[in-house]
């Protein structure tokens, strides 16, 4: 079982940037891939990025690919999402999800955090 709680989500304008947090708990946090997910108002959710349990490998949405970086650290538990040069479509509820396998499928991840929002200005 883990648990998942995100931080670090706020109000900043475009061009901006802001580091989202995931802390994990749960003494098998290191062996599960970890991804991130948004969710605008009135639309589905959709994967940001994911990155492989040992950190090694990374994958990323295109929309985001060269603007948000994804890592892990083990010590503490905790997953991160640095975005940079945010644009107003990035606005939505973002949250952290983990899983057997390095996917980008929103079933193929088992525990969720309950998100975190992050609005970008225009």
């Known amino acids: 079982q883990v648990q998942l709680v995100e931080s670090g989500g706020g109000l900043v304008q475009a061009g901006g940037s802001l580091r989202l947090s995931c802390a994990a708990s749960?003494?098998?946090?290191?062996?599960?891939?970890m991804g991130w997910f948004r969710q605008a108002p009135g639309k589905e959710r959709e994967f940001v990025a994911a990155?492989?349990?040992?950190?090694?490998?990374?994958t990323y949405a295109d929309s985001v690919k060269g603007r948000f970086t994804i890592s892990r650290d083990s010590a503490p538990n905790t997953v991160y999402l640095r975005m940079n040069s945010l644009k107003p479509e990035d606005t939505a509820v973002y949250y952290c999800?983990?899983?057997?396998?390095?996917?980008?499928?929103?079933?193929?991840?088992?525990?969720w955090g309950q998100g975190t929002q992050v609005t970008v200005s225009s």
């Open positions: 999800a983990a899983g057997p396998r390095l996917r980008i499928g929103v079933d193929e991840y088992a525990f």
């Open positions: 749960g003494r098998t946090f290191s062996s599960y891939a």
């Open positions: 990155v492989s349990w040992s950190g090694a490998s990374v």
